[in-house]
């Protein structure tokens, strides 16, 4: 079975492999965090070398036809859409050699 690391195991991990508290790593984990969120949020690409590329968009508000099931007739209804931001990633191609 595999393992699922979460932030506390990371941290840990991290902090053993640089030598380093895990209060201290913990706190760098979170900024580190943050700092991704933010980038992207702000429609900026985020690549880790190795790893990973996030991005994220603006997908437009639109409309979109649907059945009215609440009718139970079959007829359909037109929706709006509101705007939202959608977020992407892509896997290194390194992962998987």
């Not at 991990?13 to 790593?25: D, F, L, N, S």
Request: hydrophobic share 40%.
């Amino acid at each position: 079975m595999t393992e699922v690391l979460g932030k506390k195991d990371l941290v840990a991990r991290i902090a053993e492999h640089a030598g380093a508290t895990k209060v201290q790593t913990a706190k760098d984990f979170d900024n580190f965090v943050e700092v991704i969120k933010t980038a992207l949020e702000a429609g900026d690409t985020v690549r880790i070398p190795g790893l990973i590329t996030l991005t994220s968009a603006v997908k437009e508000a639109h409309t979109m036809e649907m059945y009215d099931f609440q009718a139970g007739d079959g007829s359909r209804k037109t929706v709006e859409v509101p705007e939202k931001r959608v977020y992407k990633a892509r896997f290194s191609k390194a992962l998987s050699k």
